[in-house]
Each structure stands twice: as C-alpha cells, then as structure tokens.
C-alpha cells in the first residue's frame, strides 16, 4: 500500500489548519527504510503512552494505557491504533483540547530497534510479516528503554485491536525501575509535561 493510503485515516481524523501535527508526506523516503521507534506521553482525555515502530515507512501505532514496564512478568495492554507519517517521531507539544486527541503531547523516549527473529527455515522475519502474524519481537535501544520486547496480538476481537507489550527477560529486565513513574522528561526537549503546555500555548 502506498504512503498516502496507509495515512489516510490520520488525516482524517485531523484538521492541519487547527493543529501543529504533521500532515506527513515532507520527510525523504531514504529514511522511511530506518528502524526508530518513538513513545510519545499524550495527556489527552485519558493519561497514556502512544507506541510506535518505524515499519515499512509509517509509523505503526499502539496506545498503552499504563505505558511500557520494564518487569517481564507485566503485560501491557496496547490498542492499535493508526498509522502515523514519519514525521510524528519528532511532534511534541500541544494539540488544540477541542481536537482530536487535544492535549499535550511528549517525546518520552526514542531510538532504534531491531529485530531478528527467523522462521523455521532460519530465515529473517520482516517486522511488516510480523505485525501481519500478531507476534512482533523486537530490541529497542532507546535513551529509557532498551532490550528485548514482544507484541502480541490477542485473539476474538471487536472493533479496536488489542495487543499486549510485554518486556523479555534478559539483562535490561528490571522489576523494580518504573520508567513511567520516575522518568518525567522528553528525550527531545528535557521538558515536563507541564513545560511543554506553558511553552507551546498560544
Ligand atoms: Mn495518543
């Protein structure tokens, strides 16, 4: 599917005279090839953390109400939601409260991943097969988070795909850090939360 197909519903959704989000679209393709991915804070009605993994050029999206752990015996429930232009990686700030998604807007963490998990022919699995397959596994090297996690994709769903973020045992794993709760800054800006709504209100 082209670019412009997959955005489609970001737009949509979206009024870009009203709003400072990017319409997406700008960016050279060259970078749509890079594996980032970025977890921005939304304080819109509800308090969450938007997912995304640079896959196949947008962003591939996933609201987590509670956010990432980094204790692999808590899974995190992550609702799909639309694909976002690669530009988003780098939004911060405010959207307008009567539009959708109004709130404030942090770029909690960002960085690369990489995945490297084979099928039975020991041959790589693309990150687009896996989102496909509902089992995506992947190492994230970010400034807060880094090391092995896994998405699944639960089953019987209704309208909203459901999925869970889950953290892999191995030396990253920390039952006892709570990134959520003790790391409050951008990766972008070193802002607040609070910061980021004085500055950005106009
Ligand atoms: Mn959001």
Same mark, same amino acid.
């Given at each position: 599917?082209?670019?412009?197909?997959l955005?489609?519903?970001y737009?949509e959704?979206?009024?870009?005279d %009203?709003?400072a989000?990017?319409?997406?679209?700008?960016?050279n393709?060259?970078?749509?090839?890079k594996?980032i991915f970025?977890i921005?804070? /939304?304080?819109?009605?509800?308090?969450h953390?938007d997912?995304?993994? %640079?896959?196949?050029g947008?962003?591939?999206s996933?609201?987590?109400?509670?956010g990432?752990s980094?204790?692999?015996?808590?899974?995190?429930l992550?609702?799909r939601?639309?694909? @976002?232009? %690669?530009?988003y990686a780098?939004?911060?700030g405010?959207?307008p409260k009567?539009?959708y998604g109004g709130?404030?807007?942090?770029?909690?963490?960002s960085?690369?991943?990489?995945?490297d998990?084979?099928?039975?022919?020991?041959k790589p699995?693309?990150?687009?097969?896996?989102?496909e397959?509902g /089992?995506?596994t992947?190492?994230?090297?970010g @400034?807060?988070?880094?090391?092995g996690?896994?998405?699944?994709r639960m089953?019987n769903?209704?309208?909203n795909?459901?999925?869970l973020?889950k953290k892999?045992?191995?030396?990253?794993?920390?039952?006892?850090?709570k990134?959520?709760?003790?790391e409050?800054?951008s990766?972008l800006?070193?802002?607040?939360?609070?910061?980021?709504?004085?500055?950005?209100?106009?």
């Amino acid at each position: 599917m082209a670019e412009k197909d997959l955005l489609k519903k970001y737009r949509e959704k979206r009024d870009f005279d %009203l709003s400072a989000e990017p319409f997406g679209g700008d960016k050279n393709q060259k970078d749509a090839d890079k594996k980032i991915f970025v977890i921005q804070k /939304h304080e819109a009605t509800n308090l969450h953390y938007d997912f995304r993994l %640079l896959i196949a050029g947008v962003l591939k999206s996933w609201a987590i109400p509670k956010g990432p752990s980094t204790n692999p015996k808590v899974k995190r429930l992550a609702i799909r939601t639309e694909d @976002h232009p %690669l530009e988003y990686a780098d939004f911060e700030g405010v959207i307008p409260k009567n539009q959708y998604g109004g709130g404030t807007v942090m770029v909690w963490d960002s960085g690369t991943y990489s995945t490297d998990k084979k099928d039975e022919n020991n041959k790589p699995i693309s990150m687009q097969k896996q989102l496909e397959n509902g /089992h995506c596994t992947f190492v994230l090297n970010g @400034h807060k988070l880094k090391g092995g996690y896994v998405l699944l994709r639960m089953k019987n769903q209704e309208k909203n795909e459901q999925w869970l973020l889950k953290k892999i045992e191995d030396k990253e794993a920390d039952a006892r850090r709570k990134p959520t709760k003790t790391e409050n800054k951008s990766v972008l800006t070193g802002r607040t939360m609070k910061e980021i709504e004085k500055e950005e209100k106009s």
